[in-house]
């Protein structure tokens, strides 16, 4: 594990919150988080967590404590057998990009994936988001051509209830 990357503890979850606006802004959605403080640490941090992160700790007399964080949880490839790990979010501050944290972040869920057996790393990427796409080519990830990714949400979800 890269020596800035380490599990997130309660103590990150504000911060975190915070990074994911953040992100959000980046991804030209700054009003679609509805993530709270209490919502998240509840779900990183409750009984039976089925969410995990970790964060980039910032170099020393940066002033800020975390500069960038994954977000994750496990899916499941019935043709594998076996769990994977889906990255729901993975954003590093703007001045930090550069620095290798991406890298580091993205390594320390491989590294995992492969320790527990897992098959697989995946996430989603905005099409526009070139830079990020470039980034993530040059680590070996590639797009799933002929797949879309499919939601049901707001008024269709409730539909169906």
Do not use: C
């Amino acid at each position: 594990m890269h020596p800035r990357i380490r599990e997130a503890t309660p103590d990150d979850v504000a911060e975190i919150v915070d990074l994911v606006i953040e992100l959000a802004v980046y991804e030209r959605e700054p009003d679609a988080v509805k993530l709270t403080p209490e919502t998240l640490h509840g779900q990183l941090f409750g009984e039976n967590p089925a969410l995990f992160a970790h964060v980039a700790d910032a170099e020393e007399g940066s002033g800020r404590r975390i500069d960038g964080f994954s977000l994750w949880f496990l899916n499941y490839s019935t043709w594998e057998g076996t769990h994977g790990i889906y990255l729901e979010d993975l954003y590093v501050r703007q001045d930090a990009r550069g620095s290798g944290l991406g890298k580091a972040l993205l390594v320390n869920l491989a590294e995992i994936a492969t320790e527990r057996g897992y098959q697989r790393v995946e996430w989603s990427v905005l099409q526009w988001n070139e830079p990020s796409i470039a980034f993530y080519r040059s680590l070996g990830a590639f797009p799933m051509d002929g797949w879309d990714t499919m939601r049901l949400t707001g008024d269709a979800l409730e539909a169906h209830r």
